[in-house]
């Protein structure tokens, strides 16, 4: 579904909605529903988790969506969809640095991962190659790669603790309230009167239901239930999504080039799930002092009976 969501962006960014307009529409929408879903928690269990569902708040949601779409606004879509996909690999090394028991990283990880991203740059080119660099636009999409990232570590722990409905709650709630500084960015007004175009309504229910609510709550329960590398390979798939809805949307052609990287991300994945298992117990990896036990326990206490019999009828 997140794959969609560049084509659904484009259509309201062309009907005259800013960035920051766009993300505040879908992320109402989907705070104002998810109560139907978990209405009773307030906070969460100390102010230290509170302030990481601040952090993942930003990160997963305000910081993300700003710099995605502003990205969009500045560079070309090619750039920003290949660049917000190396979001993968930036997980996988953050994780390496701070969390290096919690995931294994083989070869079969780094090949998959090579592999899939060298599918997503076919499918995103889709036979034409054009690549313009655009420091500002290219920063920007680093950026959104990076904090969505950061966001997937910081969900980690706080998965283990917390059901997911509290959690995709509190990112729609500080994704809002981190809103604020980026109102005064230029280009952040607001413009109701495009909210009559049906197709703006029609697409901002659609990022604000499906792709926010919906896919949150999805994606935060995969990310606990099978890791967090593991699962953000699969962004992978976001340009072959984009790529389908873009064909029936806008018209877009599909090339054998496309199709050439669509097996590439397959096999990436395969690779990636067959020879990277990505979830380790806690504690595993730490090395324990282990006593070995002894090879014929009978054996030996025949051995300590037989001299204490020994020592018994000594004179």
């Known amino acids: 579904m997140w794959g969609t969501t560049f084509v659904s962006t ?121 690549l313009e660099l655009n420091p500002a636009g290219d920063a920007l999409s680093i950026a959104a790669a990076l904090s969505w990232a950061v966001y997937s570590v910081l969900m980690r722990d706080l998965g283990r603790r917390y059901s997911t409905m509290f959690i995709t709650r509190k990112v729609f709630f500080y994704g809002l309230a981190t809103l604020a500084p980026f109102l005064l960015l230029p280009g952040a007004d607001y413009n109701p009167a495009a909210l009559a175009e049906p197709a703006v309504w029609g697409n901002l229910l659609f990022l604000g239901f499906v792709a926010s609510l919906v896919c949150f709550a999805v994606w935060n329960r995969v990310l606990r239930e ?27 052609r599909i090339t054998w080039i496309a199709v050439c990287g669509l097996v590439l991300i397959a096999a990436g994945l395969w690779l990636a799930e067959r020879y990277a298992d990505s979830t380790v117990p806690p504690g595993a990896g730490v090395r324990k002092k282990v006593f070995p036990p002894s090879r014929n326990l009978r054996e030996q206490k025949k051995k300590f009976f037989r001299r204490a019999d020994g020592d018994n009828c000594t004179p």
């Open 10 to 130: 484009k259509v309201l960014i062309g009907n005259g909605l800013s960035p920051t307009e766009i993300f505040t529409y879908r992320f109402v929408l989907a705070y104002a529903a998810i109560w139907f879903f978990s209405p009773r928690r307030l906070w969460s269990d100390s102010w230290k988790d509170e302030a990481l569902m601040a952090a993942v708040g930003f990160t997963g949601g305000s910081l993300y969506f700003i710099t995605e779409n502003t990205a969009l606004e500045t560079t070309l879509a090619s750039n920003v969809s290949l660049l917000v996909c190396t979001a993968p690999i930036w997980t996988a090394l953050l994780s390496r640095v701070f969390t290096p028991r919690e995931e294994r990283f083989g070869r079969g990880l780094w090949f998959g991962t090579a592999a899939a991203m060298a599918g997503s740059a076919l499918v995103i080119f889709n036979g034409r190659f054009v």
């Open 226 to 252: 099978i890791g967090v590398v593991a699962s953000s390979n699969y962004i992978y798939l976001n340009p072959v999504f984009t790529m389908g809805a873009a064909a029936s949307v806008l018209g877009e």
